[in-house]
């Protein structure tokens, strides 16, 4: 089974095209947001409709009113750190993934002490098939904030693309430690496990999983099928 970060990371824009991974009372929320953002495009005040613009910037036309108030302030927003981010997230959103990147490097390049961004980057390139650079940012992004049990999960992802079975193991074993709840770690961690014939350690962190998130362990044995 491949559990690389490409495969198991999930973005909202891919929750919304997959209600199975949501469940039917999550999905209807999410439809219901969408709705409430599509009204508020023609709200009154500005900050609403520049707000529900970037909600909806997967599909917002750039030439509606809301749309050229949203890139009129990625722009004026572009000369700091996590201004240059929201354009690098508007680019993906609109799939021009180059574009993307670059955008990306140039806020970590602002603000190289920033783990966040680090974490971004590194998601962004690992979608662009730079694998040994997004490894070098996560191990950066964990450098920088060793508690973050989010940047551990990730980092697992990223040693599982160069086949570094005890380094994935090890970095989702520190990710459940910091966050016992984590339910995608445990359940990588049981499939790292049982790739290293740990069947029974498999089964444990299995079960956390189920434990944690049983929506979650659902929607992965439907997507199986």
Known sequence: RDFSMSSITWTRDA??????SLGTTAWRVVEAQHRVSTMQLVDPSRNVRVAAAWG??????????????LLLQLEHNADQP???LQ???WLLAKGRLP???????KAVDWDPNSAALHHELAVVLSMAGEHDAALDHLEEAVRLEP???EFHYKL???WNERGALDSVVASLEKAVELEPGHARAWYNLGLARNARNDVSGAISALSRAEAADRNLLFGLGSRRE
Do not use: I
């Open 99 to 105: 574009e993307a990147v670059e955008a990306y490097r």
């Open 156 to 158: 697992a992802l990223a």
């Open 147 to 149: 508690r973050n049990a």
């Open 56 to 69: 909806l910037r997967g599909t917002m036309a750039e030439g509606s009113k809301a749309g050229r108030e």
């Open 15 to 20: 929750l919304l095209a997959d209600p199975v």
């Open 82 to 84: 996590v201004g240059m």
């Open 87 to 89: 354009r690098g997230a």
